[in-house]
C-alpha cells in the first residue's frame, strides 16, 4: 500500500459530506503544497478525505497541517485532480502564538471518559 505524508495550508474550511452508497459521513479539506522558490513556486492541491468528522470544525482556511493517507489521482480534461484517502490530519503550530493558543484551548477543555469533545 502506498502513503503520502505532506504538509500544507488548508484552502478553505473543511466540509461535511455523506457516502450516497453508505450513508456514512466523511469531511473534505482541500490543501495547498507549494514546492520550489521564487518563480519557480508551484502550488499542488490535493482533497483530504478523513472519516473523522470530529475535526471539521478545528479545520479552517489558512492552517497548516500534516496529512498522511492513500494518494489517488485522476485527470478530467486535461486537468489533474489528486485526493488523499482515509486522511490522518495533525495541525501543525504556524506561530509562538497559535502554539500557546493550542495549548491553552487543549487544557480548558472538559474532560470525558469519551473524549468526544477532542479534535484527534
Known amino acids: 500500500m502506498r502513503n503520502l505524508s505532506i ?3 488548508i484552502g478553505k474550511d473543511a466540509a461535511i459530506k455523506t457516502n450516497a452508497s453508505n450513508g456514512n459521513q466523511f469531511i473534505s479539506v ?3 503544497v507549494s514546492e520550489g522558490k521564487g518563480e519557480r513556486q508551484e502550488t499542488f492541491w490535493y482533497d483530504c478525505l478523513s472519516n473523522n468528522v ?5 479545520l479552517l482556511q489558512g492552517k497548516v ?3 498522511i493517507g492513500t494518494p489517488s489521482e485522476r485527470i478530467h480534461e486535461g486537468k489533474i485532480y489528486r485526493t488523499i484517502n482515509n486522511a490522518q490530519i495533525t495541525f501543525v503550530p504556524s506561530s509562538k502564538q497559535e502554539t500557546t493558543t493550542t495549548q491553552t484551548q487543549s487544557s480548558s477543555a472538559p ?3 469519551a473524549n468526544d469533545d ?3
Open 118 to 120: 477532542l479534535p484527534f
Open 7 to 9: 504538509i500544507g495550508r
Open 111 to 113: 474532560t470525558n471518559d
Open 54 to 58: 470530529k475535526l471539521a470544525e478545528w
Open 30 to 32: 482541500s490543501l495547498a
Open 65 to 67: 497541517i500534516h496529512v
